[in-house]
């Protein structure tokens, strides 16, 4: 079905988002996906740059085969989830099962750094209350990916929710524990630590993020990013397509609603 949709999009230019439940935990998978992707050549989208997002966890215990595949692929670089600088701290967060070795910091550190010989990675931290939330946390995490050799820092809010949101364990979680980016971006810029170590480059927005981006004085960049599905749903129900979501269905979406905004179906084969 993947093959047919990319056949349905010859010429068109994308880039290649890699994202949707963890693409590591099944290794047969993500090659057949990447092989898929690969191989749709001329007779496929004009895609110029792809970015897998992921936790870590199956490059841990498949990265001898991943890594060199997502390499010949031409993946453009990895966002890496780690949401704090300390396992047990970053493991009460992101709660891997029992046995997945990546929890462990000695087994995180040493993927990160055979994925960074294949490509650059970029450390995504969601920043939230009892992990990174203050700006001697945003420090101490600088410190740590400096270490790590991570290419970027990327600290994200969780995202706003409208109403129209289910108000489930989720929401809750995220409602009690979020820490709004602005407020944590200006407490950094005031102090003076942060600012004697990073240097503001850009503030840019789309259609339903902002990010603020800093050069931090030991070659890496740090962004305090932002979005909201509210604007995002309300840019969706316009005549314009912002992104391509190819869903388990066979359906290819103009978003996350795997039988919502059809712009193609394996049933039908539309054009």
């Known amino acids: 079905m993947l093959r047919c949709a990319l056949r349905a999009l010859c010429g068109v230019p994308l880039s290649y988002s890699l994202s949707g439940l963890e693409n590591t935990d099944d290794p047969r998978w993500l090659l057949s996906l990447v092989a898929t992707l690969g191989a749709a050549g001329d007779d496929g989208p004009d895609a110029t740059g792809s970015v897998l997002y992921t936790n870590g966890a199956g490059l841990v215990e498949h990265g001898d085969a991943l890594l060199p595949a997502l390499a010949d692929f031409g993946l453009s670089w990895l966002e890496w989830s780690r949401h704090h600088d300390r396992d047990d701290v970053n493991q009460s967060i992101m709660r891997f099962r029992p046995g997945r070795q990546v929890m462990h910091q000695h087994a995180f550190e040493a993927a990160f750094a055979a994925a960074?010989?294949?490509?650059?990675?970029?450390?995504?931290?969601?920043?939230?209350?009892?992990?990174?939330?203050?700006?001697?946390?945003?420090?101490?995490?600088?410190?740590?990916?400096?270490?790590?050799?991570?290419?970027?820092?990327?600290?994200?809010?969780?995202?706003?929710?409208?109403?129209?949101?289910?108000?489930?364990?989720?929401?809750?979680?995220?409602?009690?524990?979020?820490?709004?980016?602005?407020?944590?971006?200006?407490?950094?810029?005031?102090?003076?630590?942060?600012?004697?170590?990073?240097?503001?480059?850009?503030?840019?927005g789309g259609y339903y993020f902002w990010n603020a981006r800093w050069a931090h004085r030991d070659g890496f960049e740090v962004v305090f990013e932002t979005s909201d599905y509210g604007a995002m749903r309300e840019h969706e129900l316009r005549d314009a397509v912002y992104k391509l979501v190819f869903h388990p269905n066979g359906n290819l979406c103009a978003g996350w609603q795997p039988a919502r905004d059809i712009l193609w179906s394996n049933d039908d084969r539309r054009d």
């Open 116 to 204: 960074r010989e294949h490509f650059p990675v970029k450390l995504v931290c969601i920043v939230q209350r009892g992990g990174i939330e203050t700006p001697a946390d945003v420090l101490r995490y600088l410190a740590h990916a400096r270490a790590l050799g991570a290419r970027a820092v990327i600290f994200r809010e969780f995202s706003a929710l409208p109403d129209t949101y289910r108000h489930n364990a989720t929401r809750r979680y995220i409602d009690r524990t979020r820490v709004p980016i602005d407020a944590l971006l200006l407490a950094c810029a005031a102090n003076a630590t942060f600012a004697a170590q990073c240097e503001p480059i850009a503030l840019t």
